[in-house]
C-alpha cells in the first residue's frame, strides 16, 4: 500500500502547480495516475471491504456516468431525431452542405471532448474511493490534510509575492496581462485561485482547533507548549486569508465567509470548550473577512457578481445559454458547452469566446440535461445532508480531530458550493480534484469505519473523564 499512499500524495500535491492542469493532456495524465492508483489500492487492499457503506452516492452516481456516457455512442439517425431532433437537424445540415453522409453520429457535438471529460470525472469517482479508504487511517488522513496545508501555504506565499509585485506573471506566463496586481499562484485565473483557498483554509482552521487544549485561563494558555503550535497555525491561516482577500475576487471572499460561517454554526455546540486564545483567533477572522467587505461596499457587490468585466455580463452569457437547454432537454454531452454556445451567442460580438457559462449548475444541466443534472446534483445534496446529521451526532470528547476536520471539510465544499454559482471552479481540474479530496475526508470523519490506533479511544475516554472531575 506504501505505493498507493505515495502516488495519492503526489496527485494531490501536484495537480495545481502547473497552472491548476486546465490544460487537456495535464488532466488526462491524471485522470490515468488516479484510475492507476485505484486498481492498485483494490488490487492490494488487505480488508474485506474497500468501497465505502456511502451506498447514497452509488446510485446516482452509476445512473448519472451511465447516462452520460450514451452521450458518446454512436446512434442510429432516427434514435438521434427522437431523442434530439435539433442535433439531428443539424446532422442533416452538415450533410446537405458537404454532400458526405455522416454516418456514426452520437448525441454530443463533439464526443472526444465529451468521453475524455467523462473519463477524468469517473477517475474523481474512483479516487474518492481511495482517499476515502486512506483516510480511514488517522494518521494518513493528517497527512492528507498536511499535503494540502502545505501546497496551500506555498502557493498563498506565491499569491502574496504576486500580489506586491504587479509585473510579476504566474510561473513562466508572463503575457497575461488579466489579473496582474493580484493573487494568482500557479492558476491564471484570480477567481479559481480563491476557490483553491477557499476549500483549504477551512479545514487547516478545524486541525488547528481540534490541537487546542480544553477551556483554561489565559495564563495558562501563554505558559503551554500548545500555544506556539497554535500560534504557528493561526500565522499560516492569516496567509491564506490575507491571499484570498487579494485576489479580490468577489464571490471568492463571500464563498470564504459562508465557509466560515458555516464553520462557526457547526462547530459552536464546542466552542465553549476551546481556550480564549483560540476563540479570539476565530473572532478576528470574522472581523478581518467584515472590515474587507465594508472597505469594498457592500452596496454594489450584487452588481459586480453577475459582471465578468466593465464589457460583458454573465447575466448575457445565462440568457443566451437557456436556449441551448430548451432546444436540447435531453443534454448536449459533457464539455460541449463552448462548441455549441457560439450558435446561440447573441451579446458577445467581439472575437472573444465564451468558453463557460460561469455557472456551474447552469453549465451542467445544459452538458447533460435534466435527467443527468437531477442524478448528480440529487446525490451530492444528499450526500451532504446526511453527512451534516453525522456531523451534529460526531462525539468531539472522544475524537476531537475528526469532527474539527469534518467541520472544515463541508465548510470548504459549502465555500465552493456558494462560488460555483458565479463561476467555474468545477471545470478546471485541480479545484475539482480538492473538491473530491474534502469529499472523501468528510466521508471518512463521519464513518464508523475508523481504524485508532490499539488503546486510542479506551486513552482519549479516560483523559476526558479526568478532566471533567477536575473541572
Known amino acids: 500500500m506504501a505505493f498507493v ?3 495519492s500524495f503526489f496527485i494531490i500535491a501536484t495537480i495545481p502547480i502547473l497552472f491548476a492542469a486546465v490544460q487537456p493532456w495535464v488532466w488526462s495524465l491524471y485522470s490515468l495516475s488516479m484510475i492507476a492508483a485505484f486498481i492498485s489500492c483494490l488490487w492490494l487492499r488487505q480488508e474485506n471491504r474497500f468501497f465505502s457503506n456511502e451506498k447514497t452516492i452509488y446510485i446516482p452516481a452509476a445512473f448519472f456516468f451511465t447516462y452520460t456516457i450514451l452521450f458518446c455512442v454512436p446512434l442510429p439517425a432516427d434514435i438521434i431525431s427522437f431523442l434530439s431532433p ?21 448525441l454530443s457535438y463533439s464526443s472526444l471532448k ?6 477524468f470525472m469517473l477517475s474523481l469517482c474512483l479516487f474518492f474511493f481511495v482517499l476515502r479508504y486512506l483516510s480511514t487511517d488517522r494518521k494518513m488522513l493528517i497527512i492528507i490534510m498536511f499535503v494540502m496545508f502545505g501546497l496551500g501555504i506555498i502557493e498563498a506565499v506565491y499569491g502574496l509575492i504576486q500580489a506586491l509585485v504587479p509585473s510579476m506573471g504566474v510561473l513562466w506566463v508572463d503575457y497575461v496581462r488579466d489579473y496582474m496586481g493580484n493573487a494568482r499562484g500557479t492558476f491564471i485565473n484570480r477567481n479559481h485561485f480563491a476557490g483553491f483557498l477557499e476549500l483549504i483554509w477551512p479545514l487547516v482552521l478545524g486541525f488547528t482547533l481540534a490541537k487546542t487544549e480544553r ?3 489565559l495564563k495558562k494558555a501563554l505558559a503551554s ?3 506556539n503550535r497554535q500560534a504557528l497555525m493561526a500565522l499560516c491561516i492569516v496567509v491564506l486569508l490575507l491571499a484570498l482577500l487579494l485576489t479580490r475576487s468577489r464571490a471568492g471572499i463571500t464563498g470564504g465567509l459562508i465557509g466560515l460561517l458555516t464553520f462557526w454554526y457547526l462547530a459552536r455546540p464546542n466552542i465553549r470548550r476551546i481556550a480564549l486564545h483560540t476563540r479570539l483567533l476565530m473572532g478576528g477572522i470574522v472581523v478581518v473577512l ?3 467587505c465594508l472597505t469594498i461596499g457592500i452596496g454594489p457587490i450584487f452588481e459586480r457578481f453577475l459582471s465578468i468585466d466593465k464589457y460583458n455580463s454573465r447575466i448575457d452569457i445565462w440568457r443566451d445559454s437557456l436556449p441551448i437547454l430548451k432546444d436540447h432537454p435531453l443534454g448536449i454531452g459533457l464539455r460541449n458547452y463552448e462548441t455549441v454556445f457560439q450558435i446561440y451567442n447573441q451579446s458577445f460580438f467581439s472575437d472573444k469566446i465564451v468558453t463557460y457559462s460561469h455557472n456551474d449548475y447552469l453549465q451542467l444541466l445544459i452538458e447533460t440535461g435534466w435527467i443527468g443534472f437531477f442524478f448528480l446534483i440529487g446525490g451530492f445534496v444528499f450526500f451532504m445532508g446526511k453527512n451534516f446529521l453525522l456531523i451534529r451526532r460526531l462525539d468531539t470528547k472522544c475524537d476531537p480531530v475528526r469532527f474539527f476536520l469534518a467541520t472544515g471539510a463541508f465548510s470548504g465544499i459549502m465555500s465552493l ?4 454559482f458565479f463561476d467555474f471552479n468545477l471545470q478546471i481540474p485541480a479545484n475539482c480534484l480538492y473538491f473530491v479530496v474534502l469529499m472523501a475526508i468528510l466521508s471518512s470523519c463521519t ?3 475508523v481504524k485508532y490506533p490499539p488503546g486510542f479511544k479506551n486513552t482519549m475516554i479516560k483523559k476526558t473523564l479526568l478532566t471533567d472531575m477536575r473541572i
Open 417 to 420: 458550493v456558494f462560488h460555483s
Open 86 to 106: 435539433v442535433r439531428f437537424e443539424s446532422i442533416s445540415t452538415a450533410q446537405k452542405l458537404t454532400g458526405i453522409v455522416l454516418e456514426g453520429s452520437t
Open 5 to 7: 499512499k505515495g502516488f
Open 225 to 227: 507548549d500548545m500555544l
Open 447 to 449: 464513518s464508523e469505519q
Open 290 to 292: 467584515s472590515i474587507y
Open 215 to 217: 477551556k483554561q485561563s
Open 114 to 119: 465529451a468521453f475524455t471529460w467523462w473519463v
